[in-house]
């Protein structure tokens, strides 16, 4: 598989008010294959959203490179090609709504591309049944549900046509149901819309599903592998700062008491199977 972003020795710095940095990433290197879905992890202040935001050229890189489908982000004129690749959502999802109806609020980006009408409401409509919002389509946006508003934010990228969606803690401001509305949306654009997705969250959970998740510390890249390896017990989470989904845990006391649970148990009917 082609790796459809790869990111070579990235350095950051923030510059201080008043003189100083602030280093957010020390010379990360990371590929991200064509069609993957990749959960992204750390402790606050790691580096995630400092890293989210070069991946579409909102940060561009101190020292290193960051290459989009082949293109480099530093280049002033790759830009716009890079930004209609990969595709932001971010956590507040009221800060997302533009527009007055969740029809426009789609349709917004679009008009700016210029396309005919009869394009723009195809690729609303579809944008709108992808999310499951197609019956809200004369709704006002501030009036729905967080996890409502997290999938029309999810929408109007979707309409885009993105190759790759990245997603800054999505849920961190919803209630389970919307965690649930969104997370499954994620993956529906990654299994049938075959997109590549960066997910970042703090929900251990919600990365149960990936093909491979990164743990960040401190700016760096400090283990990745698939959900298995990290949370079969032999990683310590809670010393990063990170907290051990539940089933995991219960497996790991269970071991510990003398049980033999195999590593790498994610789910309770798992759990259950090695118990009777
Ligand atoms: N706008 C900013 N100005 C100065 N420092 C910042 C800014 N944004 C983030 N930082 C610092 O950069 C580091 C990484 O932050 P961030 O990428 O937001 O981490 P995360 O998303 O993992 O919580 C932290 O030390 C944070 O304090
Ligand atoms: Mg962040």
Same mark, same amino acid.
């Given at each position: 598989?082609?790796? =459809? ?10 510059? !201080?008010?008043?003189g ?17 879905y990749? %959960? ?8 995630k ?6 991946l579409?050229?909102?940060? !561009?890189?101190?020292? *290193? ?18 930004r209609?690749?990969v595709?932001?959502? &971010? ?17 917004f980006?679009?008009e700016?591309?210029?396309l005919? @009408? ?7 409509a579809? %944008?709108?049944e992808?999310?499951?919002l ?5 709704h006002? @946006?501030?009036?729905l549900? *967080?996890?409502?508003k997290?999938r ?5 990228? &979707? ?11 999505p849920t961190?401001?919803?209630d ?18 075959? =997109?590549?997705?960066?997910?970042i969250?703090?929900?251990m959970?919600?990365?149960?599903d990936a ?8 700016g760096?890249?400090?283990?990745e592998?698939?959900? @298995?390896d ?10 990063? *700062? ?5 089933? @995991?845990?219960?497996a790991?006391?269970?071991?510990a ?11 309770v ?8």
């Amino acid at each position: 598989m082609s790796n =459809i972003i790869e990111i070579k020795s990235l350095t950051y710095h923030y510059p !201080l008010e008043g003189g100083g940095s602030v280093k957010a990433l020390d010379d990360l290197s990371l590929q991200i294959a064509e069609g993957e879905y990749l %959960a992204l992890i750390g402790p606050n202040g790691s580096g995630k959203s400092t890293l989210a935001r070069h991946l579409n050229a909102l940060l !561009l890189p101190g020292e *290193g490179d960051v290459l989009v489908d082949g293109l480099s982000t530093s280049r002033e004129e790759y830009r716009y090609e890079i930004r209609r690749y990969v595709g932001m959502v &971010f956590q507040n999802p009221d800060n997302q709504i533009v527009a007055t109806t969740v029809e426009e609020d789609v349709a917004f980006g679009l008009e700016n591309l210029a396309l005919p @009408p009869d394009v723009i409401r195809r690729r609303v409509a579809e %944008a709108l049944e992808m999310v499951g919002l197609t019956s809200f389509s004369q709704h006002a @946006p501030h009036l729905l549900s *967080g996890g409502q508003k997290q999938r029309l934010a999810i929408a109007g990228v &979707f309409a885009m046509q993105p190759r790759c969606l990245v997603l800054d803690e999505p849920t961190a401001m919803l209630d389970p149901r919307g965690r649930r509305e969104v997370l499954e949306t994620v993956k529906r654009l990654n299994r049938s819309e075959k =997109i590549t997705i960066v997910h970042i969250t703090h929900f251990m959970e919600e990365t149960f599903d990936a093909d491979r998740i990164i743990i960040m510390d401190k700016g760096r890249v400090i283990l990745e592998g698939q959900p @298995p390896d990290i949370f079969g017990g032999e990683v310590d989470l809670e010393s990063l *700062g990170l907290e051990m989904p539940s089933i @995991p845990k219960v497996a790991q006391i269970l071991r510990a008491g003398g049980l033999k649970i195999p590593p790498g148990v994610l789910d309770v009917k798992q759990l259950v199977n090695y118990l009777c």
